[in-house]
């Protein structure tokens, strides 16, 4: 894999020179800061309507990874079967109702429409450690053809928004592996599936993406938290666990509040007043300690994503900026 390449500090410097006539040299102009949630499994509606609500208020956009068993009502469970399991099993469950998997495409679709990216999270989130390329190519093939047909399934086809099998086809350009758990055959199968992203590594801090057969694998970072400042990954589920053991503590959900918002802000902190690397936070669709860790997200959210020089945005929103970042700049005048 080689890096994505950043703007060069020569380039910087010719982007910011003054013009020919004009002797002084302005100061350096940095990039946005980027910053790019994301949210696992997105399950709950009540979640959909609430992450949405955040992101209108504050000039945000997410990456939904989406478990398409979430579509699927429970009595409907054994149409579908992941590689090597039996019909009808999923780590995840299913939609209790059909009401519940008809609301759930309706926020999906909202999602869309509004600008964020819903990106892929397999079907029944299973480990893939010993998948073969074959096996992800068959549970990206059925989460194409469950989202693709779900309206059909649960009799709603006269509610599906027009665009939806476009939608479907084309907009789902990224991937994250349940349990960041991946195998040497993803990569192939994710280009086979058409994907341009991937968000399953783990990288000791911020880090730009990795380009690997034209993929981009984008990871979520390792920050410092807590009072002995130990690295975590910046992910709700592992600051769950160092927290409370992955138990419920609502008497000390305020605490853990506070050290994880305190670890989201000095890591922001960090690159904007540094190297300006992209920041990626990632949720669950559940509200672990009493909201603890959606609480400090939305905290950091409201305090820096409206700011002139930071762009809260999705994935696929940071590769073309990325990408912009990285053309050459001339000099003005020239």
């Known amino acids: 894999m080689r890096p994505f390449s950043a703007l060069t500090i020569p380039a910087l410097l010719l982007a910011a020179l003054a013009t020919v006539s004009t002797p002084a040299v302005a100061e350096v102009q940095k990039p946005k800061q980027l910053v790019m949630i994301s949210f696992d499994g997105a399950g709950p509606n009540p979640l959909w309507e609430k992450s949405r609500d955040i992101a209108r208020r504050n000039k945000a956009h997410f990456s939904y990874f989406l478990s398409c068993t979430l579509v699927i009502p429970r009595a409907d469970a054994k149409t579908y079967q992941g590689p090597h399991q039996k019909p009808g099993r999923s780590n995840i469950g299913f939609a209790q109702t059909a009401e519940e998997a008809r609301e759930r495409l309706s926020q999906i679709w909202q999602a869309h429409v509004e600008g964020h990216d819903i990106s892929s999270h397999t079907c029944g989130h299973f480990d893939g450690k010993d998948w073969t390329a074959a096996d ?98 910046a992910m709700d589920y592992n600051l769950y666990v160092r927290h409370s053991k992955a138990v419920e503590d609502p008497a000390r959900a305020g605490e853990y509040e506070e050290r994880a918002y305190a670890a989201f802000k000095a890591a922001f902190e960090k690159q904007y007043e540094g190297e300006r690397i992209p920041l990626q936070i990632g949720l669950h669709f559940v509200e672990m300690n009493s909201g603890a860790y959606w609480r400090a997200m939305e905290r950091l959210v409201s305090e820096v994503c409206t700011r002139e020089d930071v762009a809260c945005v999705s994935y696929s929103q940071a590769i073309g900026m990325l990408k912009e970042r990285d053309k050459p700049r001339q000099p003005p005048g020239l």
């Open 136 to 233: 992800w190519t068959a549970e990206f093939r059925t989460f194409r053809e469950v989202l693709g047909n779900a309206w059909t399934r649960l009799g709603a086809t006269d509610q599906q928004p027009e665009g939806w099998k476009t939608f479907v086809e084309n907009d789902i350009r990224g991937f994250r592996a349940p349990y960041f758990s991946a195998s040497p055959g993803l990569v192939e199968a994710e280009k086979t599936a058409g994907l341009s992203y991937d968000a399953s590594l783990v990288t000791k801090g911020p880090a730009l993406p990795q380009e690997e057969r034209g993929l981009l694998r984008f990871g979520l970072p390792l920050i410092p938290e807590g009072p002995a400042q130990k690295p975590i990954i």
